[in-house]
């Protein structure tokens, strides 16, 4: 069975590996891991545990963040559609971690700040 790697990068420069199963979120192999995500709803209608896409398929080739918006889509499947993102949002490569499936290795910045870019669901 193929797995993707998402590396989570916290505000504060730590990073947890995980391998997640290819009809698995990233929540739930974040949580089996032991690692606490941000999170409520699980539904995709609250953006609690909203991240951010920063590189798919390795790392950006200087090992910074790429200036250019990240195609979440090219690294993420949905189990249903992501109500409380926009358009906009999401092509900016916000992500919500909850319904998300991975479809190749990426890195995500996650976290309070992730989630303060982004504010609050109208679905909330």
Do not use: H, N
């Not at 997640?20 to 699980?42: F, K, Q």
């Amino acid at each position: 069975m193929t797995r993707y790697d998402a590396t989570l990068e916290w505000p504060d420069g730590r990073t947890d590996a995980v391998a997640v199963d290819p009809r698995e979120t990233v929540l739930d192999a974040a949580l089996r891991e032991g690692i606490r995500l941000p999170s409520d709803c699980r539904k995709g209608t609250c953006t609690t545990c909203v991240g951010r896409v920063i590189a798919v398929g390795g790392d950006a080739p200087d090992g910074r963040e790429s200036a250019e918006p990240i195609d979440a889509a090219a690294a993420f499947d949905y189990r249903r559609q992501p109500e409380a993102l926009t358009d906009g949002e999401r092509a900016d490569g916000y992500v919500l971690l909850c319904i998300a499936v991975p479809r190749a290795d990426c890195r995500i910045a996650v976290g309070p700040t992730i989630r303060a870019e982004v504010g609050d669901s109208p679905w909330r």
